[in-house]
């Protein structure tokens, strides 16, 4: 895919009445805008991800996937507040000259849906074929829809919620506190906070994953008393995070992710699902203890032209990314 | 109850090849042991509790309760490590004359079953009329049934295994990580790592509870965006436990949950599980992440004289001391 950096020189409004100037919009695109402009992908990432779907969506996304550049349009955002070239908390704050850090104003997934929409504005697209999201992708999919700015025909929400559960917030706040456990967190350093962002990470994956996924893969033997794989598990994936991340950016991304509840500024949940016109697949995995199925259930019960499918998987949350025969399977309508 | 402490005066000797010197186990007792000796109700606490068992207990224990000093001799020893009156890492090591803090050894379940015998022996307790424990409590009442020493005549476990899974030891690794991302308690201190420690036990608390328990109690109205009542809660959550803990503690008891396998120098767990000769209920919750039913089950299946309980509840792996009613119901034969 290729990558785009899109510059916004007007003061951009966040919902907690404070603005970022100068904000950049990274995005990456694949393919091109067909003369009838109905070949648009959009695609919003979870957590952690950058926006080349390629490298993380592989298998679904790519020259020769499901979703490939010869057939359609594919554009991806890099949501506020991540390292990945949008503007984020080691950006220079124009303000100060001085790079965010902890002075990066708390995002919400309304925010990011606005951003989505300027650069949807920027790119001249009217419409989108199929806008197509997890988790926190899945709650931007849903707020950029709700914006009702543009034309969604199809949209596909995967293992996310119209409303961030208090569950969901208290698995955020665990991991925000073992940030801010590490005092060097507050020492404004672009490696600030590293160890509680090991941490940090190690907690999400309990969320991402399950027991038995646990089980299966770092089973000891029965001699062990100590230094269990496991524990090197927990470990490997928290430095291997931290090599690719950062902690500032990481704490403002679980806010945004915590703010989701599209009934907030508007009626009711119920009510702003049920005015959702978009031919709409709602995919929850059977084993997700992070977005049980419930929420999608909730949200496919709703919109009026929506149908819920559930992944029969081991994988928990993260099945969303892994089950990629069964994405393929489901999704293929959508093409 | 009555508080005691037994001084040791030899070494003991640990799992892993080291020894305490001076070693102090603190117990509560309650009641008297009857002139038949037939009478003792020996208690096994869990992660964070003392040996006050009317404390942490009250409803099944108690002046009053299904367990009470008329009828029984009630026994609880505070294992070793835990900052509740036995050895433990804030303790002074008698070969440097300071505390221990980070150099206290590793202990074992198996150390903890070794330091009741030793208790037991002390007391000249030689038959146990019912052993019980929960969580940490039931891995303790399952070794120490198992060193064969004493008589156990009924065995109760609840929400325990006999082996801690891999995702049990990720949840420990994930706590130990976040006390370790405060760098004080590297500094050796008694209130050393305690924003860690408040970490940890915000995220205990996620494998303690369930979505549903939060989602009942930690609700927010429609309109907030920031500052979740479940984002206090955590906060709240771990602030009450480091006001009675501290960080070496809960280091050295998350290691000795890990350690939990009865497989260890023996045969193989089955094959334990078989020798034992206790009439046996084990009681599993049915909303237990932390340690879910299919490891009671498992011990329920192979304890020859052994049936499986299960209580119908929402609170997780707190059922086990939550839900009175239900235990009243089920130890009652077991006075």
Known sequence: MNFHQYNY??????????????LTIAYHTAGTLNPEKNNVIWVCHALTANSDVFDWWAGLFGENDLFNPKDHFIICANVIGSNY???????????????YYNDFPVVTIKDYANAHQLLADHLGIESIHLLIGGSLGGQQALEFTLLNKIKVDNLALLATNAVHSPWGIAFNESQRLAIEADATFYENKPDGGTNGLIAARTI????????EIYEESQKDDNQVYDYFKASSYQKYQGQKLANRFNAYSYWILSKAMDSQNIARSRKSLVDSLSQIK?????????????????EQKFIAAHIPNAKYVEIDSIFGHDGFLVELEELNRVLKPFV
Chains 1, 2 share one sequence.
């Not at 999400?204 to 027991?211: D, E, G, K, V």
């Not at 978009?278 to 419930?294: A, R």
Request: charged share 10%.
């Open 278 to 294: 978009s031919n709409t697949i709602v995919i929850g995995v059977s084993s997700d203890i992070l977005f049980p199925t419930t």
């Open 9 to 22: 020189t007007e003061p951009f409004q966040l919902e907690n009445g404070q603005q970022l100037e100068n």
């Open 204 to 211: 999400a994956m309990l969320s991402y994953r399950t027991y």
């Open 85 to 99: 070239g949008s503007t984020n908390p080691l950006s220079i704050n124009p303000i100060t000259n001085q790079p």
